[in-house]
């Protein structure tokens, strides 16, 4: 699928679709608890569907009714399911499932689409030996397809945390196991995604103890998760592209379903659009961001704590005056593409003055001209290629743009209706 787009202003209001972030560790607590919960608007396509998909795998029953969806767990019972999970492009559903799996006996296959398989998972396979895991990767492979089989006792790990999603794996493995853990991280990055594990457990009665807070946590054994009943919050990470893409045109664009008391990092990119001149109201549900008349101000950005927001800050530094610094960000090139090299590359082609760095880009004030441009089938690259459209002169294509239901099924649609330029092709 294609998607053309052309020069536009926003104006209205839009709702931000649900959180994949939520989405998928309510999924990985409901498959894991005793009995039945309720998830009122998941994320159900893209990653959620695959993380969906990763629940029954492992044996957890699941019905929708309307916006509901009842999952019934398996009670920490890892015996039933079927031997192959597949994940799809989903990396936070393969991180976080996979350790849940390794609690049980049985040798399950994990697998992905190519993406998914040319992302790192070695270190946290390794990490699960290290509790009582055994790990087999099939030939020829760096990671994916491998086959996992338990069961974890429990004991100490170390892992790296150059993706915050193994230490979040982990975290929630922890409470199921026969001893207490302790696990060590590495040079965490992502915190908040770590945060927002920890209110998870927080909010479910887990019993852990913070050592030392984002470096060594010791998780008690021998607990069970409780059912939950809960809506699923609206996505930050998708509410990026509506505030930048505001910012960029020009334009005051009202955004729903997002709560700014929810533990998610990416909400902080409000602020960041704030140092840039930007006008940003918070209300009870949402945001209003106006950026009317205003000449946006290039900065320095430590995206360190919210790596999903680079591709968009990337366009965003196209049309801010002097020097945008995106730093701290090296993750960036591990997820489902480099994108930090990716976005340099399609910029570069619409005519923007960008230059890579070896933790995130540095860009001018360019003048960018519609063309077509490769969409990597990344949901993230694909949006923030449709954003570039809307202030590049004649029309931009972008190829690969199904990527986008991943994260955001409703884009095209939601984004026609705020008065952007956009058609599939």
């Known amino acids: 699928m294609k998607w053309s787009v052309s020069p536009s202003r926003l104006e209205g209001s839009i709702r931000i679709p649900p959180s994949k972030s939520h989405t998928i560790r309510a999924l990985l607590v409901a498959t894991a608890a005793r009995g039945e919960s309720r998830l009122g608007n998941p994320l159900m396509k893209g990653d959620g569907a695959s993380a969906l998909g990763a629940a029954v795998s492992l044996g957890?029953?699941?019905?929708?009714?309307?916006?509901?969806?009842?999952?019934?767990?398996?009670?920490g019972d890892l015996s039933g399911g079927q031997e192959n999970i597949w994940l799809g492009n989903s990396g936070t559903g393969l991180n976080l499932f996979m350790s849940l799996a390794a609690v049980g006996d049985r040798a399950r296959r994990f697998d992905g689409d190519a993406s998914l398989r040319s992302r790192p998972v070695r270190n946290l396979l390794d990490a699960l030996t290290q509790l009582g895991a055994s790990y087999t990767v099939e030939e020829g492979s760096s990671g994916l397809p491998f086959r996992l089989k338990g069961p974890l006792q429990g004991g100490s790990t170390t892992v790296t945390g150059l993706t915050s999603q193994y230490l979040s794996s982990l975290l929630f493995a922890a409470p199921l196991l026969p001893q207490d853990s302790v696990i060590t991280v590495n040079d965490l990055h992502e915190r908040p995604?770590?945060?927002?594990?920890?209110?998870?457990?927080?909010?479910?009665?887990?019993?852990?103890?913070?050592?030392?807070?984002?470096?060594?946590?010791?998780?008690?054994?021998?607990?069970?998760?409780?059912?939950?009943?809960?809506?699923?919050?609206?996505?930050?990470?998708?509410?990026?592209?509506?505030?930048?893409?505001?910012?960029?045109?020009?334009s005051r664009l009202e955004l729903k379903n997002i709560d700014f008391s929810d533990p998610q990092g990416d909400k902080a990119i409000f602020g960041v659009l704030e140092n840039a001149g930007v006008k940003v109201e918070r209300t009870a549900s949402g945001a209003i961001v106006d950026a009317r008349g205003v000449v946006l101000r290039g900065l320095e950005i430590d995206l360190n704590a919210m790596p999903d927001a680079l591709?968009?800050?990337?366009?965003?530094?196209?049309?801010?005056?002097?020097?945008?610094?995106?730093v701290n960000v090296k993750q960036a090139?591990?997820?489902?593409?480099?994108?930090?090299?990716?976005?340099?590359?399609?910029?570069?082609?619409?005519?923007?003055?960008v230059r890579e760095l070896d933790d995130g880009l540095v860009l001018r004030k360019s003048s960018l001209t519609g063309c077509d441009v490769h969409g990597h089938d990344d949901h993230r690259v694909v949006m923030s290629l449709a954003l570039a459209g809307l202030v590049a002169s004649g029309t931009t294509v972008i190829d690969s743009a199904e990527s986008a239901d991943v994260t955001y099924p409703g884009f095209l649609v939601d984004y026609r209706a705020i008065g952007a330029d956009i058609s599939c092709i």
């Open 60 to 75: 957890a029953l699941s019905r929708q009714e309307g916006d509901n969806l009842y999952i019934t767990g398996i009670g």
């Open 193 to 250: 995604y770590v945060d927002l594990s920890l209110w998870w457990l927080d909010r479910l009665g887990i019993r852990y103890e913070t050592v030392r807070p984002y470096e060594c946590y010791r998780v008690f054994g021998r607990q069970q998760y409780p059912s939950i009943d809960m809506d699923i919050p609206g996505d930050f990470s998708g509410a990026t592209f509506a505030a930048v893409g505001a910012a960029i045109t020009g």
């Open 311 to 326: 591709p968009a800050f990337a366009v965003f530094g196209c049309c801010a005056t002097g020097e945008t610094r995106l």
């Open 333 to 353: 090139r591990i997820k489902e593409t480099d994108r930090i090299a990716v976005m340099a590359r399609e910029l570069s082609r619409m005519g923007a003055d």
